[in-house]
């Protein structure tokens, strides 16, 4: 199980640095997705050789699907990073986490968890923060 954290923390590391470093590199929107898009399966395609046989068992509706959305995102989070200044970039980068933190949580309050008030909490401080950092 610590395994999985220390996983989780260092995604959250990378899903946090690398926007801040493709901000300054000077690379519009679309050609920013596609250096990152290609970067990313050049580092993945060597480790993924092994896991070739369960492809047989994808749900392809549901991982083209999933790809689509993340094309939807990461163009639009490109798009966003290219325009921004370095001084508001961590404001964007905030705030784009806070709203992709609502999305699993709503899925779990949907799949059965069912409300608390510790969750309606949550919810009301990430949408205060998200307007402070709005209005910041």
Do not use: E
């Not at 060597?46 to 995102?73: D, E, H, R, V």
Request: charged fraction near 5%.
């Amino acid at each position: 199980m610590k395994n999985l954290y220390v996983l989780t923390v260092i995604a959250g590391l990378s899903f946090g640095i690398w926007p801040l470093v493709m901000n300054r590199s000077g690379l519009h929107g679309n050609i920013a997705s596609i250096v990152l898009a290609t970067s990313t399966m050049l580092c993945v395609l060597p480790f993924s050789f092994g896991k070739l046989g369960a492809l047989g068992q994808t749900n392809w509706w549901l991982a083209i699907t999933a790809g689509i959305m993340s094309a939807i995102g990461i163009t639009a989070f490109n798009s966003m990073l290219s325009r921004v200044n370095q001084v508001d970039v961590s404001t964007f980068l905030a705030l784009m986490v806070l709203v992709q933190v609502s999305c699993p949580v709503i899925h779990q309050l949907i799949a059965g968890d069912g409300f608390s008030v510790v969750k309606g909490c949550g919810f009301a401080l990430a949408a205060i923060a998200a307007l402070l950092l709005i209005k910041g």
